[in-house]
């Protein structure tokens, strides 16, 4: 199922501020040397609004889970200030080697600190008090839950955490879908509207966009 009428999708598009060209060689890069899953990259309205949160958010300490070739990160590390910092998680030295090259030319590679590994294991190690302004989760979906998990405790009051396709092209509305990927969203979504630490609005910006701000 398309969320957004493709018409709708184009004018939604052109109608952000635009990316400028190392975006758009970033996104051309992806698609021609990993065609099977260039899609993965969020699209350019989806990193306006991330850099708009960063900013709106006043982030300084931001978090990442799902680099791929490093499209959300330039969005997120562009909204903090010189002396903020993203750490950024994944597993993939060859998706995230593109990253770093393109963060390189952004001049980006002092506020982002790249760590290859299970995220959960990142996270797990990351200091237990609220210090963390911004999160952005877009990695395995099953992960979502443990992710989430790790990061509320770790918000800050009035810090925000961002979870991408949180609609599953519509799959999560449907009780008959019973991908495993599937099913761990429907749970994550049941959890963020009853869970009493934070305020939650879903958006459906591309596959589906939560916003969840701790209290
Ligand atoms: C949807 S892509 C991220 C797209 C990225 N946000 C962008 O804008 O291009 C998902 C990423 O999650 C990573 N990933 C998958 N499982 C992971 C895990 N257990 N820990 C950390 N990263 C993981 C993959 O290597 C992949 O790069």
Redesign the pocket.
Known sequence: MDIIDPGVSDYLLSHCTPADDLLRELAAE?REAFPD?AN???SHD??ELLTMLVRLTGARQAV??????????V?IARGLPADGRLLA????DE??SI?RRYWERAGLTDRIDLRI????E?LRALPAEPYIDFA?V???KV?YPLYYEELVPRLRPGGLIVL??VLRAGRVLDPACEDEADVAMRRMNETVVADDRVDSVMLPVRDGVTLARRR
Do not use: H, K, L, R
């Open positions: 992806t899953s993965m990259q969020i989806e990193g990442e889970v799902g680099v791929f070739t490093g499209y959300s990160s969005c998680c994944d597993v993939s998706w995230t990253a590994a299970p995220a959960i990142t952005f877009d990695a395995d992960g991408d396709n």
